[in-house]
């Protein structure tokens, strides 16, 4: 089957293409929102999008239209029937236009997982869609993962937006997700959901995290310095312990990250972003700055995370300071190189 997926923004599609690929239903994602205002939220959304479809491989087509001046022209008179008469019935109309024209066997849309969208209708209207293009609609009830989906995309580090899309559903947020909570179909319930991911500081037997330590820092005498004085904040996946970060006190303003490792086998999930982001949060109420010593190798990272301030290099660092030798693929370590990052911002 060849499947156009309308896709609404990247959290909303997780569960949805994961519940489609077990199916081994390969979507090929297609953004066309011209109701999501303003044009950074737009772009945020859009953005993230197409870096996860990136990450898992996935195809994604990108209709680029920020619709501001139509989207004010077509619901000026009829704000209460907006996502009825104007929203849901132009994108989904745009769907299957494409699919039509672009050989698609189906569609379907993410707008099937919220549970806070107006379910019943998008789905009478895919099926409206469906007769009228001649391309079959199909319907999966995607809301069942809601809560499944929403975890996932937070781990993932996913953008997280706060309202519906246009303008006049970020005013009416607050009202929208407290006092007027969506009617559910007979069967659902809202469950309480296990946090996978838990960061939390460890107060007793550091040591016992030596051994991964060691694998970002290759001198337990180094470690167990640090560690003596040290705050160790342990991140675990589904209560596995998963990455481990040490931080010391330099002043009053100031502290430094001396060491922060995530297992082999949770690389390139997100986890030292997320673990970094928990720090900066942690220390901020204290501190003005953090920062961290690094060789050549680790710098192009740590300056995505916001340690952008050059601050100083110490020459020959790992070869004064450890007994072997430091490789890291064909890279000597040599020199340590500080950055900084303000906490304040």
Same mark, same amino acid.
Request: aromatic residues 14%; charged residues 30%; hydrophobic residues 30%.
């Given at each position: ?6 896709? $609404? $923004? ?6 949805? +293409? ?28 859009? *953005? ?28 000026? *008179? ?18 299957? #236009? ?52 929403? #975890? ?41 959901? &296990?946090?996978? +991911?838990? +960061? ?14 060691? #694998? ?43 060491? +922060? ?42 300056? &995505? ?15 004064? *300071? ?24």
């Amino acid at each position: 089957m060849k499947l156009l997926l309308h896709t $609404c $923004c990247a959290p909303c599609s997780v569960y949805c +293409i994961d519940t489609l690929r077990k199916e081994g239903i390969e979507p090929t994602l297609y953004w066309y929102n011209p109701n999501i205002h303003p044009y950074k939220e737009y772009e945020a959304r859009r *953005n993230c999008l197409i870096e996860y479809a990136k990450s898992i491989n996935i195809e994604c087509i990108v209709e680029d239209e920020y619709g501001l001046d139509e989207f004010c022209k077509n619901v000026s *008179n009829k704000l209460e029937t907006r996502c009825v008469d104007y929203c849901y019935s132009v994108r989904l109309k745009k769907t299957f #236009e494409y699919a039509k024209q672009n050989g698609y066997d189906a569609v379907s849309t993410t707008l099937l997982y919220s549970i806070y969208q107006k379910h019943d209708f998008i789905k009478h209207y895919c099926e409206k869609l469906s007769k009228e293009y001649g391309i079959e609609f199909l319907y999966r009830d995607f809301r069942y993962g809601f809560w499944e989906g929403h #975890e996932k995309a937070k781990e993932l580090g996913l953008y997280m937006q706060k309202y519906c899309g246009c303008v006049f559903s970020e005013q009416s947020i607050k009202i929208t997700h407290t006092n007027d909570k969506p009617l559910l179909p007979d069967g659902f319930e809202f469950l309480p959901v &296990k946090r996978s +991911i838990v +960061i939390k500081k460890e107060k007793e037997n550091k040591e016992q995290y030596m051994d991964l330590l060691l #694998e970002a820092d290759p001198s337990k005498k180094m470690i167990k310095k640090y560690l003596s004085n040290g705050d160790v904040f342990v991140l675990t996946y589904k209560d596995e312990v998963a990455s481990i970060a040490v931080v010391t006190k330099v002043d009053d303003e100031t502290v430094e990250l001396k060491n +922060i490792v995530t297992k082999e086998e949770y690389r390139g999930k997100g986890y030292g972003q997320k673990m970094i982001k928990y720090l900066a949060d942690n220390y901020k109420q204290k501190y003005k700055k953090m920062l961290v010593g690094t060789s050549e190798n680790n710098i192009p990272f740590l300056v &995505k995370q916001g340690f952008d301030k050059y601050e100083k290099t110490i020459k020959n660092y790992f070869i004064d *300071n450890y007994d072997k030798e430091i490789i890291d693929g064909d890279l000597l370590f040599t020199d340590m190189y500080y950055y900084s990052k303000e906490l304040k911002k």
